[in-house]
């Protein structure tokens, strides 16, 4: 069975009132990572913002970047930066994928698809 990572973008959307994608995500038993967490409460435009999004959040399981995932991130980083522009927070989430097996949930295939042993799709919705 897979687990998913759903990326900022996902949850982007589901604070934007989409429904039917809040629905998917809390039935597949999702995970998020602590770059995903942060990046979701840096975008926020309030402390009130903030609140209701870290509330939300905590609903998911929460991996924290760990030695060998931060070592993986400085290899993709590395390979892929200059020839695929890779960014630092797209790097740790990928790499946090593949250290925990898991796939990554993206309406921006483009951020990933060239990782080689990645797994990732759209969300069906």
Request: charged share 20%; with cysteine; proline share 2%.
């Amino acid at each position: 069975m897979k687990t998913l990572l759903p990326d900022t973008n996902i949850f982007s959307q589901i604070f934007k009132g989409n429904a039917q994608l809040k629905t998917y995500i809390e039935t597949t038993g999702a995970v998020i990572c602590s770059t995903i967490y942060i990046e979701n409460i840096q975008g926020s435009k309030s402390n009130q913002e903030k609140r209701v999004i870290k509330k939300y959040l905590d609903n998911f399981s929460l991996l924290l970047i760990d030695t060998d995932t931060s070592q993986l991130a400085i290899e993709l980083i590395d390979k892929y930066s200059n020839t695929h522009g890779l960014l630092l927070g797209d790097a740790q989430i990928a790499a946090t994928a593949l250290e925990n097996d898991l796939t990554i949930l993206t309406y921006n295939v483009a951020d990933f698809k060239f990782i080689q042993n990645l797994k990732w799709e759209k969300p069906p919705i």
